[in-house]
């Protein structure tokens, strides 16, 4: 079995990200990934990450500096199984230079997973924003590289809760805000749960801020009248897969939203009025048997 390691390095809400474009027999060739490689005989995984960091951005981290979140374990008829070894570094020193695999840039961590990137890239990488515990991540790729399944194991028994990301603090809602829970109850949730943070109208390619959108006739529409229908059932998909790769059974959903409400939401006359419904990604979640309730409900 392969050793290797992943470290992706942040700054100011960005991650050194590598475009591997300059080695033509790359498997990763034209992705965008972290920083890594294999380890050399004798490293651990801390040894590995620091040089590789060192040798691929010519920056200089301590292996104390290497918060390392979990194991990723890669597994498919074609390749040989790897285990990939997961750091996170916000601690270092010097400036990135030229790399010899590809292009480094940093890139703010939102814009990340709208990049080509592996599939199963993205359950890791939604867990390095959160505080998960230690985890073990099974990914079994087809010999063409479509994912076929994902297993998520966290070193405690916290089960997983998705969470609308402006409740958690994440300024994601329409006009640039958050809506964040009062700290008393975001504290009972992490006792119980394992948060992970969800923002279906990004997810489903929509900037922010943007115009304020309301649902009618079970579609869409912005202010101004445009049909982001297909954005929307978009961003509900990305979220219940997910939900599925990392085990969700529930979530806790912002109320009244065209996306996250549950049981009561805008009329789309976009006056203020409610009206019964659900928006399109609580009604996905439902459907496919995941409990939704909102912060009205905690
Ligand atoms: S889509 Fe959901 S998570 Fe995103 S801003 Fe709206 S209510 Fe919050």
Redesign the pocket.
Known sequence: MKNTTLCYIERGGRYLMLHRVKKSNDENHDKWIGIGGHFEPGESPFDCAVREIREETSLEVRPEDCSYRGIVTFCSPEFETEQMHLFKVTEFSGEPGECDEGVLEWLPIADVYSLPIWEGDRIFLRLLETDARFFSLKLSYSGTGELLSSELHFSGEKKPLLV????LG?A???DGES?PLPPEKLAALRERYQLIP?????LGGLPTPRLPCELKDGRAFRSDGADLTVEYSR?ADETLKLAKALGAGSAL??AK?P???SGRIYDGSFSGVLTDGD?I?AALLRSRGIEVFSELEL
């Not at 609308?164 to 409740?167: K, Q, T």
């Open positions: 609308s990301a402006c409740l994440a994601c809602r329409y809506k969800v923002c279906p109208e990004q961003g959903l912002k939203s996306s996250c409400g928006g990604t």
